[in-house]
């Protein structure tokens, strides 16, 4: 429906599913079929997100192909708040407000340790 961003391995959009009666986001790993590079990174995110169950962590649906383009896409929650970047720029939170925040992404952040998942740019996303 409408392109949302653009991270490392490609282009994110906004998508609607029948099957959920909600929006999806989709995330296009490029050259994921044809690219060796590219289909390790993609086989890394699926492992990863596949394994992921937690209100803190962006729910993963499942993968989807594009016959014609052998393009792949992976199908996440849609975050309909954006980023946490976008957010805190449009909000001009109070401190017990940020308090909170810092408490759901650490719950978040410890529940990927506890199952071996290192963030490692978490940073990114906050300045
Ligand atoms: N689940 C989502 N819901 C809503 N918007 C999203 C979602 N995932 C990504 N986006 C949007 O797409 C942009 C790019 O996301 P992407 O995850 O590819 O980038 P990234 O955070 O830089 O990741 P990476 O480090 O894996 O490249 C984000 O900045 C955000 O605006």
Not at 30 to 57: C, M, P, S, Y
Not at 76 to 93: D, I, P, S, V
Request: charged residues 25%; hydrophobic residues 40%; aromatic residues 10%.
């Amino acid at each position: 429906m409408k392109k949302l961003g653009r991270g490392g391995f490609g282009t994110v959009y906004q998508a609607s599913s029948i099957l959920l009666l909600n929006y999806v986001a989709i995330k296009e790993i490029e050259g994921a079929t044809t690219d060796e590079k590219a289909q390790k990174v993609f086989i890394n995110e699926l492992k990863r997100l596949n394994g992921t169950n937690h209100e803190r962590i962006i729910k993963f649906y499942g993968i989807s192909l594009d016959k014609k383009t052998r393009s792949c896409y992976l199908v996440m929650e849609f975050a309909n708040n954006g980023t946490l970047r976008e957010y805190l720029q449009k909000n001009k939170l109070e401190w017990p407000e940020k308090i909170q925040l810092a408490s759901q992404i650490a719950e978040g952040m410890s529940y990927l340790h506890s199952i071996e998942i290192i963030h490692r740019d978490l940073v990114k996303h906050l300045f």
